[in-house]
Protein backbone atom coordinates (compact mmCIF):
# COMPACT_ATOMS: atom_id res chain seq x y z
CA UNK A 1 0.00 0.00 0.00
CA UNK A 2 2.95 2.38 1.08
CA UNK A 3 4.39 1.59 -2.30
CA UNK A 4 1.16 2.30 -4.09
CA UNK A 5 1.09 5.39 -2.56
CA UNK A 6 4.56 6.64 -2.87
CA UNK A 7 4.15 5.71 -6.81
CA UNK A 8 0.95 7.59 -7.03
CA UNK A 9 1.90 10.37 -5.92
CA UNK A 10 5.56 10.68 -7.77
CA UNK A 11 3.38 10.22 -10.90
CA UNK A 12 1.04 12.64 -10.14
CA UNK A 13 3.57 15.08 -9.19
CA UNK A 14 5.53 14.48 -12.86
CA UNK A 15 1.89 15.25 -14.54
CA UNK A 16 2.77 18.72 -12.90
CA UNK A 17 5.84 19.16 -13.46
CA UNK A 18 7.32 18.88 -10.16
CA UNK A 19 9.44 16.74 -7.56
CA UNK A 20 7.97 14.82 -5.02
CA UNK A 21 9.36 15.38 -1.15
CA UNK A 22 9.96 11.27 -1.47
CA UNK A 23 12.75 12.35 -4.50
CA UNK A 24 13.84 15.05 -2.45
CA UNK A 25 14.33 13.07 0.19
CA UNK A 26 16.41 10.46 -1.37
CA UNK A 27 18.69 12.60 -3.22
CA UNK A 28 19.10 14.21 -0.53
CA UNK A 29 20.57 11.08 1.50
CA UNK A 30 22.30 9.97 -1.85
CA UNK A 31 24.48 12.74 -2.78
CA UNK A 32 26.88 12.97 0.38
CA UNK A 33 27.77 9.49 -0.37
CA UNK A 34 27.75 9.63 -4.47
CA UNK A 35 30.29 12.40 -4.07
CA UNK A 36 32.78 10.68 -1.56
CA UNK A 37 32.17 7.70 -4.11
CA UNK A 38 33.36 10.16 -7.19
CA UNK A 39 36.27 11.86 -5.70
CA UNK A 40 37.48 8.18 -4.73
CA UNK A 41 37.33 6.92 -8.03
CA UNK A 42 38.81 10.13 -9.38
CA UNK A 43 41.82 9.84 -6.48
CA UNK A 44 42.16 6.21 -7.33
CA UNK A 45 42.51 6.53 -10.93
CA UNK A 46 45.03 9.97 -10.56
CA UNK A 47 47.15 8.02 -8.23
CA UNK A 48 47.26 4.86 -10.36
CA UNK A 49 48.16 7.01 -13.74
CA UNK A 50 50.91 8.85 -11.61
CA UNK A 51 52.17 5.49 -10.67
CA UNK A 52 51.98 3.91 -13.84
CA UNK A 53 53.40 7.15 -15.49
CA UNK A 54 56.32 8.09 -13.10
CA UNK A 55 58.98 6.74 -15.13
CA UNK A 56 57.56 9.34 -18.21
CA UNK A 57 57.35 12.37 -16.17
CA UNK A 58 60.98 11.93 -14.91
CA UNK A 59 62.06 11.91 -18.05
CA UNK A 60 60.24 14.64 -19.47
CA UNK A 61 61.40 16.51 -16.42
CA UNK A 62 64.74 16.54 -17.26
CA UNK A 63 64.34 17.20 -20.87
CA UNK A 64 62.72 20.38 -19.89
CA UNK A 65 65.66 21.36 -17.69
CA UNK A 66 67.94 20.41 -20.35
CA UNK A 67 66.10 22.71 -22.11
CA UNK A 68 65.90 25.52 -19.82
CA UNK A 69 69.73 25.39 -19.50
CA UNK A 70 69.98 25.40 -22.99
CA UNK A 71 67.95 28.36 -23.35
CA UNK A 72 70.22 30.24 -20.76
CA UNK A 73 73.32 29.34 -22.54
CA UNK A 74 71.57 30.68 -25.74
CA UNK A 75 70.51 33.74 -23.77
CA UNK A 76 74.07 34.69 -22.76
CA UNK A 77 75.50 34.04 -25.72
CA UNK A 78 73.45 35.83 -28.10
CA UNK A 79 74.23 39.16 -25.02
CA UNK A 80 77.53 38.14 -25.45
CA UNK A 81 78.25 38.39 -29.57
CA UNK A 82 75.42 41.36 -29.22
CA UNK A 83 78.06 42.93 -26.64
CA UNK A 84 81.23 42.42 -29.21
CA UNK A 85 79.07 44.39 -32.51
CA UNK A 86 78.48 47.09 -30.26
CA UNK A 87 82.59 47.50 -29.75
CA UNK A 88 83.21 46.79 -32.96
CA UNK A 89 81.10 49.32 -34.46
CA UNK A 90 82.69 51.95 -31.79
CA UNK A 91 86.21 50.57 -32.95
CA UNK A 92 85.32 50.77 -36.56
CA UNK A 93 84.38 54.87 -35.98
CA UNK A 94 87.50 55.91 -33.38
CA UNK A 95 89.89 56.75 -36.76
CA UNK A 96 86.73 59.66 -36.80
CA UNK A 97 86.72 60.27 -33.88
CA UNK A 98 90.43 61.44 -33.43
CA UNK A 99 91.02 62.23 -36.72
CA UNK A 100 93.89 60.07 -37.16
CA UNK A 101 94.61 56.50 -39.10
CA UNK A 102 93.20 53.39 -37.39
CA UNK A 103 94.31 49.83 -37.26
CA UNK A 104 91.80 47.04 -35.57
CA UNK A 105 93.85 43.75 -34.33
CA UNK A 106 93.38 41.18 -32.05
CA UNK A 107 94.28 40.24 -28.73
CA UNK A 108 96.97 37.21 -29.20
CA UNK A 109 98.13 37.09 -25.44
CA UNK A 110 97.48 38.97 -22.44
CA UNK A 111 99.76 38.83 -19.44
CA UNK A 112 98.58 40.56 -16.05
CA UNK A 113 101.40 40.08 -13.81
CA UNK A 114 103.41 42.48 -16.42
CA UNK A 115 100.62 44.64 -17.22
CA UNK A 116 101.02 43.96 -20.98
CA UNK A 117 98.93 42.95 -24.13
CA UNK A 118 100.62 40.89 -27.44
CA UNK A 119 98.90 42.68 -30.63
CA UNK A 120 98.34 40.70 -33.72
CA UNK A 121 99.92 44.39 -35.69
CA UNK A 122 102.91 45.51 -36.43
CA UNK A 123 104.98 46.90 -38.77
CA UNK A 124 103.07 45.23 -41.32
CA UNK A 125 99.89 47.48 -40.40
CA UNK A 126 102.25 50.56 -39.82
CA UNK A 127 102.30 50.50 -35.91
CA UNK A 128 105.44 52.41 -33.99
CA UNK A 129 106.32 52.72 -30.58
CA UNK A 130 104.39 55.12 -28.71
CA UNK A 131 100.92 55.07 -30.25
CA UNK A 132 97.90 54.85 -28.21
CA UNK A 133 95.82 51.76 -27.77
CA UNK A 134 92.24 51.96 -27.72
CA UNK A 135 89.23 49.57 -26.64
CA UNK A 136 85.81 50.78 -27.18
CA UNK A 137 85.48 52.52 -23.63
CA UNK A 138 88.91 54.41 -23.81
CA UNK A 139 92.34 54.06 -23.37
CA UNK A 140 94.09 50.82 -23.01
CA UNK A 141 97.92 51.34 -23.27
CA UNK A 142 100.40 52.40 -25.50
CA UNK A 143 102.62 50.37 -28.15
CA UNK A 144 105.99 49.73 -26.29
CA UNK A 145 107.55 47.06 -29.04
CA UNK A 146 106.83 46.65 -32.40
CA UNK A 147 107.42 43.28 -34.29
CA UNK A 148 107.04 42.74 -38.32
CA UNK A 149 103.31 41.15 -37.43
CA UNK A 150 102.72 41.92 -33.85
CA UNK A 151 103.62 44.58 -31.02
CA UNK A 152 103.57 44.86 -27.18
CA UNK A 153 101.31 46.66 -25.68
CA UNK A 154 101.41 48.14 -22.03
CA UNK A 155 98.83 49.02 -19.82
CA UNK A 156 97.73 51.73 -18.03
CA UNK A 157 97.74 50.29 -15.01
CA UNK A 158 101.82 49.61 -15.28
CA UNK A 159 104.45 51.34 -13.78
CA UNK A 160 105.91 51.32 -16.85
CA UNK A 161 103.24 54.23 -18.40
CA UNK A 162 102.73 57.71 -17.90
CA UNK A 163 100.94 60.56 -19.76
CA UNK A 164 98.96 63.75 -18.81
CA UNK A 165 95.72 63.72 -17.96
CA UNK A 166 92.88 66.07 -17.50
CA UNK A 167 89.90 66.44 -15.59
CA UNK A 168 87.44 68.57 -17.65
CA UNK A 169 84.35 68.74 -15.71
CA UNK A 170 86.12 71.45 -13.67
CA UNK A 171 86.59 75.29 -14.36
CA UNK A 172 89.71 75.69 -14.71
CA UNK A 173 90.06 72.00 -15.94
CA UNK A 174 92.58 69.95 -13.42
CA UNK A 175 95.91 68.78 -15.28
CA UNK A 176 97.95 66.28 -14.18
CA UNK A 177 100.42 63.08 -14.58
CA UNK A 178 98.87 59.59 -14.66
CA UNK A 179 100.28 56.33 -14.62
CA UNK A 180 100.17 53.08 -13.13
CA UNK A 181 101.81 51.33 -10.19
CA UNK A 182 101.24 47.93 -11.36
CA UNK A 183 98.48 47.38 -9.24
CA UNK A 184 94.74 47.17 -10.71
CA UNK A 185 94.10 51.07 -10.11
CA UNK A 186 96.35 53.83 -11.79
CA UNK A 187 97.32 57.35 -10.23
CA UNK A 188 97.00 61.05 -11.30
CA UNK A 189 98.70 63.52 -9.49
CA UNK A 190 98.58 66.92 -9.85
CA UNK A 191 101.05 69.90 -7.89
CA UNK A 192 98.42 71.89 -6.06
CA UNK A 193 97.09 70.75 -2.38
CA UNK A 194 94.07 72.71 -3.07
CA UNK A 195 93.03 70.45 -6.48
CA UNK A 196 89.12 70.46 -6.83
CA UNK A 197 89.37 66.75 -8.04
CA UNK A 198 86.46 64.64 -6.72
CA UNK A 199 85.83 61.20 -6.62
CA UNK A 200 83.72 60.07 -9.76
CA UNK A 201 85.35 62.40 -12.00
CA UNK A 202 86.14 61.64 -15.63
CA UNK A 203 90.03 61.60 -16.16
CA UNK A 204 90.90 62.16 -20.42
CA UNK A 205 94.42 62.31 -21.70
CA UNK A 206 95.99 65.90 -22.81
CA UNK A 207 96.85 65.79 -26.02
CA UNK A 208 100.70 66.80 -24.94
CA UNK A 209 102.15 64.22 -26.17
CA UNK A 210 102.03 64.14 -30.18
CA UNK A 211 101.57 60.59 -30.62
CA UNK A 212 98.27 60.46 -27.77
CA UNK A 213 95.07 62.59 -29.22
CA UNK A 214 93.75 64.60 -27.02
CA UNK A 215 89.91 63.71 -25.53
CA UNK A 216 90.42 59.73 -24.70
CA UNK A 217 89.02 58.21 -21.41
CA UNK A 218 91.38 56.83 -19.54
CA UNK A 219 89.69 56.27 -15.90
CA UNK A 220 87.38 57.76 -13.50
CA UNK A 221 88.66 58.72 -10.04
CA UNK A 222 87.58 56.67 -6.88
CA UNK A 223 89.48 58.62 -4.25
CA UNK A 224 91.50 61.84 -3.37
CA UNK A 225 94.35 62.54 -0.92
CA UNK A 226 95.84 65.95 -0.33
CA UNK A 227 99.58 65.63 0.42
CA UNK A 228 100.29 68.61 2.57
CA UNK A 229 104.16 67.74 2.87
CA UNK A 230 104.84 68.15 -0.85
CA UNK A 231 102.11 70.45 -1.98
CA UNK A 232 100.05 68.12 -4.08
CA UNK A 233 97.08 66.23 -4.69
CA UNK A 234 96.85 62.50 -5.15
CA UNK A 235 93.99 60.58 -6.98
CA UNK A 236 93.82 56.70 -7.55
CA UNK A 237 91.48 56.40 -10.51
CA UNK A 238 89.48 53.16 -12.07
CA UNK A 239 90.80 52.35 -15.78
CA UNK A 240 88.01 52.47 -18.14
CA UNK A 241 88.65 49.80 -20.09
CA UNK A 242 88.29 46.06 -18.74
CA UNK A 243 91.11 44.40 -20.07
CA UNK A 244 90.30 41.22 -19.26
CA UNK A 245 87.15 41.03 -21.62
CA UNK A 246 88.85 42.50 -24.90
CA UNK A 247 88.88 40.57 -27.56
CA UNK A 248 90.03 43.74 -29.97
CA UNK A 249 91.58 46.50 -29.64
CA UNK A 250 92.33 49.87 -31.82
CA UNK A 251 96.05 51.46 -32.67
CA UNK A 252 95.55 55.09 -33.23
CA UNK A 253 98.75 55.87 -36.00
Keep these: MVGIGAGLLQTSMKNRGSISPLDTIVRTIQSPVASLSSSIATGTHGF ?69 LKVGAGFNKGVAEGMPVLSAEGLVGRVQ ?27 PQVAGLIGGDNSSVITMTV ?23 RGIPIGRVISVEN ?11 LPIANVGSLREVVIIR
Design 227 to 237: LQEIGATRARV
Design 191 to 213: QAIDSPLASGDLIFSTGFSPLIP
Design 48 to 116: FVGALSGDKLLLENARLKRQLTALAMYTETVSRYENEVNQLRVLNGLGETYKRPKVIADITGYFPMSHS
Design 145 to 171: AVGSRECQVVLTTSSAFKIGAVATNHT
